[in-house]
Nanobody, 122 residues
């Protein structure tokens, strides 16, 4: 059974930092394109960042320079380090594994976590 367990969300002040984790079971993270997306209140899903199976990382322009994706193959977990947070980063953040054959930035999820709330106060 595949599971994605997210953690690390919370309430933080403008300019603060949070680190999200996505622990996977049932598949090997290192072999997959894995991603982070977010959904702000009343809006659709926005792509945030991803790590492809080669370990290359990609970022949306809105988070470039502030967020960093990484993974720990031994723990089968990937992370999103979020620095210099802004109120507009407030959203539910989801981790997801992309279907084989689709690009890292794709919204073709095979598996998705339950989401973790990130709230940035001004």
């Amino acid at each position: 059974e595949v599971q994605l367990v997210e953690s690390g969300g919370g309430l933080v002040q403008h300019g603060g930092s949070l680190r999200l984790s996505c622990a996977a079971s049932g598949f090997t993270v290192a072999y997959r394109n894995v991603t982070w997306v977010r959904q702000a209140p009343g809006k659709g899903l926005d792509w945030v960042s991803c790590i492809d199976s080669d370990g290359s990382t990609y970022y949306a322009d809105s988070v470039k320079g502030r967020f960093t994706s990484s993974r720990d193959n031994a723990k089968n977990t990937w992370f999103l380090q979020m620095n210099s947070l802004k109120p507009e980063d407030t959203a539910i953040y989801y981790c997801a594994a992309i279907l084989y054959g689709w690009a890292c930035e794709s919204d073709k999820f095979e598996y998705r976590g339950q989401g973790t709330q990130v709230t940035v106060s001004s």
